[in-house]
């Protein structure tokens, strides 16, 4: 079935939700582009004249879309070399979608992101479709052909699962670039005990080259160990520029809602380094090096502030 301006003009209208509905549920920028246009090519080959609420067609072939995605990805991910971690999107990216609440900020942060993949497929549907965007019970539950009572039982499920009880600090450009050049000048101290003091006690560092930049195969846990190995991971180093194709210039930005360190080589962003801040301290350090999963951020990336350092 042709599709007319009007068709085309519902579907872009409504592209920005389900991209960053998308994201929320695959943490991939990439995939979900790939699942809003398959999304659309439904949309152009339906007979429009039977649908009475276009966006929430939309959203139900979209989510169902994603569904057969994170199993597909939850098999991938078996073989993945390494650790993973979500794509990183920066700040003023639509793909990051609504953020007028807490709830919805926290639901696209890398943390949140990352803790969301031990959810069972159906019950990360609904937290998202709930938390981020305020979809009632009854509404998802025609979504997903499942009863009400079932959809409330699944997103009390994902809660605990998800439950933290630490208070992430909200950030803006200033104080991100505020924690993260406090940050840099503890890893580029030489001095672990500088590191200590801004780390929380159960705090965590991830790594993910995907095979083709190294990282650690594990995650590294605990103050005295993560601060340990962020104190030689910022020892200036030949070896570890060439894995990356160059000396980095570093800059500060916000990632996914979070204070982050964003290498750029020749132009071109390399790697991020994201720090989850709560009010204990640095509980997480997601770096991203993996070149697959930065292509989103190379293409927004314009350095609105001065570098942090040019020489390490």
Known sequence: MRVGVREVEVFEGARPRLEAIAYRLLGSAADAEDVVQDTYLRWQSADRELIETPEAWLTKVLTNICLNRLTSARARRETYVGQWLPEPVLAGDRMLGPSETAEQRESVSIAMLTLMERLPARERVVYVLREAFGYGHAEIAALL???????????????????????????????????????????????????????????????????????LPEPITGVQRVARFLRGLFEPSESKWAMIGGRPVLFSAVVNGVPALVLVVDGQVVGVVALNVTDGGITAVHAQVNPAKLERVRRHWVASEPPLATGW
């Open 145 to 215: 052909g499942l009863t009400e009572s079932h959809c409330q039982q699944l997103y009390r499920r994902a809660k605990q699962h998800l439950i933290d009880d630490r208070r992430r600090v909200e950030v803006d450009a200033a104080s991100a670039r505020k924690v993260v050049e406090e940050f840099l000048a503890a890893a580029l101290s030489g001095r672990t005990e500088n590191l200590v003091r801004m780390l929380g006690d159960d705090v965590i560092s991830i790594g993910d080259g995907g095979g083709v930049v190294f990282s």
